[in-house]
């Protein structure tokens, strides 16, 4: 009798799925990681020397070392970088990604790292005292950033006033637009501050900063993104992110590349119906 109830849990046993490892527990269990980046965005995350350096990578290196894991972090254009982590092709992004109503539906944003209030910048001596005086001009940002669905709000608020954009020209990357920028391609390009402070401070001779651009599109601050199946590997980051903004890594970090402090929340950065 015993024998034929153990062969039947047995059976049961083997009968019943197993689960399979989060991506967390397969992190720590595999020893290595493979995150994305768009490496085209500084100061946050860019490429020197053949090298992904910037504040992201700083605080990604901070995080990575106390994991004790080895690093594989894949420069990809921004357009695959939300997708692909979908799709399952790294484990998280560490890169710079706006926070707004659409995209937390969608994927499970960490702690942010930085403000991100939205700016435009001219060129020098091109002085203009509010985004209303984009009207008309020539208007640029990158394609499928958090900064094109804000700059077409404008145009449209624009538009129903009294006269919208010239043009909006959608660049690759940042940088790209920059150059469009300079060369004349565009009249101004719509970014976050920060990136823009240290633009402007950079190249004081070349770019203005401009004014606050305010649309109703919801946007105010930068994070990293894990699957939402991944909350544990979210809130790990969001701590570690909460550890550093505390014991003053992040703000000596945020010196380096920005030159100033941010004020970064704990809660109340996600809208209605996050994960």
Known sequence: ???????????????????????????????????????AFPPFEFVEDGKIVGYGKDLLTEIVTELDVELEQLDL?????????????????????AIN??????????M??????????????????????????????QLASFAEPIARALDERLSAKSQGYAELKLYPTF???YVG????????????LPSLAVLVRDRPNLFELGQPVTTGVEYTYLAW?????????RDYLSAKLKEMRDDGRMG???????????????EGYLPEGAF
């Open 1 to 39: 009798m015993k024998s034929i109830i153990s062969t039947s849990l047995l059976a049961a046993s083997l009968a019943l799925p197993v689960q399979a490892e989060s991506t967390f527990e397969s992190i720590k269990s595999s020893g290595s990681v493979t995150v994305a980046t768009e490496a």
């Open 77 to 97: 254009p921004w357009p695959g970088v939300l997708p692909g982590l979908i799709a399952g092709k790294f484990d998280f992004v560490a890169t710079t990604v």
């Open 101 to 110: 109503e659409e995209r937390a539906k969608k994927y499970a944003f960490t």
């Open 112 to 141: 942010p790292i930085a403000d991100g209030q939205p700016y435009f910048v001219t060129r020098k001596g091109e002085t203009l005292s509010s985004e209303d005086d984009l009207a008309g001009l020539k208007v640029g940002t």
């Open 175 to 177: 940088p790209d637009a």
């Open 181 to 192: 920028l300079a060369s004349g391609e565009v009249d101004a390009v719509i970014q976050a």
């Open 225 to 233: 993104v894990t699957r939402p199946a991944d909350l544990d590997l």
């Open 252 to 266: 000596e970090f945020q010196k380096k590349w920005f030159g100033f402090e941010m004020d970064i929340p704990t």
